[in-house]
């Protein structure tokens, strides 16, 4: 159980265009979702939370308008990264909190790599 | 700010030993901790989780220790195996949103 799936893996695309990346829980619900963003030997960094049925928070930093993301039902929430540019270039990994009771424990996607040209 | 940290990036250890994999947190509020796991180009996964309210935690070949005296968290992995190899991050929960704080990771390789 507790199986979170992210499409595409991964994606290459030109500089100036928009990409959408998936998160999705594959056998339970989750009313809270998060994303995340990691460059090349580094650390996971909290972009954003995702929250069903309502605006997503975004970390200090975090441009809302470049990353909009959508949390339209119980298992899907969605990514997209408009006028992509080379520094968006990263690995992106999504993750979504266990829905059973007396645990925070977040289960995580297997990421997308975003190359932007 | 408040976060977590590792004390060492890289550790080395022979197949069949023990490893013991060490982070520091700074948040004397946060009260539950996680053990990730991720391997080269995949998604961090879960190993062992353990609440303030706790100080030892085992699972299969793995345990988690918690000091919260010294605010001092631990990894170890018992007869460590080549599949082990990966980078472990310690993450708190903290936040009204019960976010996670990662640490910076340290780098397991299992030497045949």
């Known amino acids: 159980g507790a199986v979170v799936s992210q499409h595409p893996s991964r994606v290459i695309c030109k500089s100036g265009t928009s990409v959408k990346i998936e998160c999705r829980s594959l056998?339970?619900?989750?009313?809270?979702m998060f994303w995340y963003r990691q460059f090349p030997k580094q650390s996971l960094m909290l972009m954003a939370t995702s929250n069903e049925g309502s605006k997503a928070t975004y970390e200090q930093g975090v441009e809302k308008d470049k990353f909009l993301i959508n949390h339209a039902s119980l298992t899907l929430s969605t990514l997209t990264v408009t006028s992509a540019h080379p520094e968006d270039s990263s690995f992106y990994i999504c993750?979504?909190?266990?829905?059973?009771?007396?645990?925070?424990?977040?289960?995580f996607g297997p990421g997308t790599r975003l190359t932007v040209l | 700010g408040e976060s977590v940290g590792l004390h060492l990036p890289t550790l080395s250890v022979q197949e069949g030993d023990n490893s013991i994999i060490n982070c520091a947190y700074s948040?004397?509020?946060?009260?539950?901790f996680i053990w990730y796991k991720q391997e080269s180009g995949k998604g961090p996964q879960f190993i062992i989780d353990?609440?303030?309210?706790?100080d030892k935690r085992q699972g299969q070949r793995v345990t988690v220790l918690l000091n919260k005296t010294v605010k001092h968290l631990s990894l170890q992995i018992a007869a460590t195996q080549p599949g082990d190899s990966a980078v472990y991050f310690c993450?708190?929960?903290?936040?009204?949103?019960?976010?996670?704080?990662f640490g910076s990771g340290t780098q397991l390789t299992v030497l045949p």
């Open positions: 993450a708190e929960n903290s936040g009204s949103a019960r976010q996670l704080t």
């Open positions: 948040n004397s509020a946060s009260d539950y």
């Open positions: 353990i609440r303030s309210n706790m």
């Open positions: 056998d339970f619900q989750a009313t809270t």
């Open positions: 993750s979504a909190r266990a829905p059973w009771a007396g645990t925070d424990t977040q289960y």
